[in-house]
């Protein structure tokens, strides 16, 4: 993997175009409910204002579907960002067109701007070449920091590579690095945890993960697809019927630990009568809503002896205090693990956060499904267009 990095270039006078990931939680109101991806940016901005670069900082929010909506301006991301950065932050309201140019034009070294949603426009979803050429013509120099959108290939992603000499960011590079180095050079015994809803989003990592750890834990309502194709009566949990056969091939591997007992439900409600059963006893009408307290215990014992271990996906219905056993167990024996932890994003992400463990962890990715994509061997689009990049303005002199 041959890509720039920040320490390839001199940022002193130009106009830097960072791609961010400010897809930050907002409540009803449009308020900010969790900054963190706002704080995992500052980094790589605060390098860049040191070096006295004119900072252009450009995300997405929501999904606007190319409309402008209200609650979905850049506006509280922008405050937020200048309270956290202390220090003005201009925001626009577009990112494109004559308004953003003469702006841009107009700024002094270490001074940072904010554009407007780029997903207000349906170009940027479609890697449009001319959106992202407008978006290129603002600046010098193109920095891709925003891991969770690497495997979207956007116009600010993908695209804007093509005009415009480009490298990754502080938080990409770290993100690289550590998930990369998990993989590639694990210390053993290396376990990976597997949870979530459904196998079918999952079966590239599962078998990619096969080639490299020493066992692979399964929770989450997908246990019950791998547990039907063993034969097991799972009552009324959620399987996905046409993904049975697979999971029995994948059962051929003696590396995958599945669920001894579950805690199951009557209803999908959060306040349901619950009860741990064996994976043998469980009911025809029972659902299956977290791993059972044996479960807990073998998969804590085998976490105690793993030397790294990548988690992504929770154990149970985390949401549902009821129901956050499994998924909070596992977190914690991660967390008071000599391991080396590797969290991969989404739901696990915000479990960990949920449970104040992120600090215990090695690293808690800030990408959901580029982090699962890059679990699964697959080669991200943001992370190939910068290569590509490098081979083109190679003998540029930067």
């Known amino acids: 993997m041959k890509y720039r990095t920040l320490k390839n270039f001199k940022f002193l006078n130009r106009e830097v175009l960072v791609r961010?990931?400010?897809n930050v939680p907002l409540d009803e109101n449009g308020k900010i409910t969790d900054d963190k991806r706002i704080k995992a940016a500052l980094p790589t901005i605060k390098y860049?204002?040191?070096?006295?670069?004119?900072?252009?900082?450009?995300?997405?929010?929501g999904r606007p579907k190319g409309e402008?909506?209200?609650?979905?301006?850049m506006d509280a991301v922008a405050k937020r960002l200048q309270k956290l950065l202390r220090k003005p932050v201009y925001k626009l309201d577009d990112c494109i067109g004559s308004h953003v140019e003469n702006f841009v034009d107009g700024l002094f070294p270490g001074e940072v701007v904010l554009l407007e949603n780029l997903r207000f426009y349906p170009e940027e979803k479609e890697n449009d070449s001319n959106f992202a050429q407008e978006l290129a013509g603002f600046s010098q120099i193109y920095v891709n920091d925003a891991f969770g959108t690497c495997h979207r290939s956007h116009a600010s992603v993908d695209a804007i590579t093509k005009y415009i000499p480009s490298c990754a960011g502080l938080l990409l590079e770290k993100e690289l690095k550590i998930m990369g180095d998990a993989l590639k050079k694990p210390k053993?015994?290396?376990?990976?945890?597997?949870?979530?809803?459904?196998?079918?989003?999952?079966?590239?990592?599962?078998?990619?993960?096969?080639?490299?750890?020493?066992?692979l834990l399964i929770g989450g309502a997908m246990m019950f697809t791998f547990l039907k194709a063993e034969g097991h009566n799972v009552g009324k949990s959620l399987v996905e019927?046409?993904?049975?056969?697979?999971?029995?091939?994948?059962l051929k591997s003696k590396k995958i630990i599945l669920p001894v007992d579950a805690v199951v439900g009557s209803k999908l409600e959060k306040n349901t009568k619950s009860k741990s059963?064996?994976?043998?006893?469980?009911?025809?009408?029972?659902?299956?809503?977290?791993?059972?307290?044996?479960t807990v215990k073998i998969y804590s014992d085998i976490l105690k002896?793993?030397?790294?271990?990548?988690?992504?996906?929770?154990?149970?219905?985390?949401?549902?205090?009821?129901?956050?056993?499994?998924t909070e167990a596992i977190a914690r024996a991660m967390a008071k693990s000599k391991a080396f932890t590797v969290v991969g994003g989404g739901d696990s992400a915000a479990a960990v956060e949920m449970l104040n463990l992120e600090n215990k962890m090695s690293h808690v990715s800030t990408g959901g499904g580029a982090s699962l994509d890059f679990l699964a061997g697959k080669k991200l689009p943001g992370i190939t267009a910068l290569e590509k990049n490098y081979r083109k303005f190679r003998k540029l002199k930067l």
């Open 305 to 326: 002896k793993a030397k790294t271990i990548v988690w992504n996906g929770p154990m149970g219905k985390f949401e549902w205090k009821k129901f956050l056993k499994g």
């Open 277 to 294: 059963v064996a994976i043998e006893k469980i009911g025809s009408r029972d659902i299956g809503l977290d791993i059972g307290p044996k």
């Open 20 to 22: 961010v990931d400010f």
């Open 68 to 73: 402008i909506i209200e609650r979905l301006k």
């Open 241 to 250: 019927k046409d993904k049975i056969k697979l999971a029995k091939q994948l």
């Open 48 to 61: 860049l204002i040191k070096k006295k670069a004119m900072v252009i900082l450009m995300s997405h929010l």
């Open 188 to 215: 053993k015994p290396f376990v990976a945890v597997m949870g979530g809803v459904k196998v079918s989003g999952k079966i590239d990592a599962i078998k990619n993960l096969l080639k490299k750890v020493d066992t």
